[in-house]
């Protein structure tokens, strides 16, 4: 279960983070919101929710007037023109545990969301203030960047501003600039079906809008074809030959548990799960590590398959 309005305005506090809060009606839209407190000091926000094809999600925070272009984002991400859409109800309760209409960065303090990118309107920092709600859309509160920043950074998020607006050029010799903030050891959920979603209306809270995604690429650079070839990018061909050495692997797998492991004791848990935390820490490697060694196992077979199969190429015996 996700934390409630009341859990996160507490830590808050004990963060020492000021907010002023404003309690009103529900509301679902960034209009709506600005019924009740548009007139108040304080700059109001859109939080979208989307995902990519491969079931990788992201929160996008930008001011209310800021224009975001998905097909520019998505390829500023490395993920091509229709690589983003909008994240289905189903994955809003899965992954954020948040009812309709209250998608914030402050969504990403439930554990089930440690693996969602949060990008951030870089005209964020140049507002005194702005509105977001606290994990319920029947109260907004006021932070700044500094201490939306220190909250963050509590959670173990390093937070990413950038130029939402921006349309750099992608291309050969123009790498995508925002790549780096694909999430690489994100939790795959499966694909809900399809579902017709309309760019018309008001701009919604809940909907649209810290590596490379590693194991995908791997998993397309050594992948059997029967297409003619192609060059393959120098990081595919490193990642693929990382893959076929063991110790590297092992190194992968060794790496992995470490970042969950210490991502796991803290403070905060260690006060609140006490003799619990060991019994806790081993069932979150479990299941947060299960998916993330079946897919680099896989990997490593392939390579494997694909290197064993060159070779076999290569050295076949001349015929008498």
Do not use: W
């Not at 007037?65 to 023109?81: A, P, Y």
């Not at 319920?136 to 700044?144: A, E, G, L, R």
């Not at 921006?166 to 050969?172: F, H, Q, R, S």
């Amino acid at each position: 279960m996700g934390h409630t309005k009341e859990q996160l305005l507490t830590r808050l506090q004990e963060l020492q983070i000021d907010f002023p809060r404003y309690e009103h009606p529900v509301v679902l839209t960034v209009e709506a919101q600005a019924k009740y407190v548009g007139h108040l000091k304080g700059a109001l926000s859109k939080n979208l929710f989307l995902k990519d094809k491969k079931q990788r999600f992201y929160i996008v925070s930008a001011l209310a007037e800021t224009k975001v272009d998905l097909k520019v984002l998505s390829q500023r991400l490395g993920l091509g023109k229709g690589g983003l859409r909008m994240a289905p109800e189903e994955a809003l309760a899965e992954i954020l545990q948040v009812p309709l209409g209250c998608v914030t960065p402050f969504a990403l303090v439930n554990e089930s969301a440690r693996h969602v990118s949060l990008l951030l309107d870089q005209g964020i920092k140049s507002q005194e203030c702005c509105f977001f709600h606290p994990l319920s859309n029947d109260m907004s509160i006021t932070v700044n960047a500094r201490d939306l920043d220190k909250f963050l950074t509590s959670i173990g998020k390093n937070p990413a501003y950038v130029d939402l607006e921006a349309n750099p050029p992608v291309g050969k010799d123009q790498p995508p600039d925002l790549a780096t903030l694909v999430p690489s050891d994100a939790k795959i959920v499966a694909e809900p079906p399809e579902k017709q979603v309309s760019s018309q209306g008001p701009e919604r809270n809940h909907l649209s809008v810290n590596n490379h995604p590693k194991v995908i690429t791997v998993a397309k650079a050594v992948k059997p074809s029967n297409a003619s070839t192609k060059e393959k990018s120098p990081d595919a061909v490193n990642l693929s030959i990382s893959y076929a050495d063991p110790d590297k692997f092992v190194q992968e797998i060794l790496e992995k548990t470490t970042s969950i492991v210490l991502s796991e004791i803290k403070e905060e848990n260690i006060e609140r799960n006490g003799e619990q935390l060991a019994t806790i820490v081993s069932n979150n490697i479990s299941k947060q590590l299960g998916l993330e060694l079946k897919n680099i196992a896989t990997i490593f077979k392939n390579t494997a398959y694909t290197e064993g199969f060159k070779a076999g190429i290569h050295h076949q015996p001349k015929r008498m």
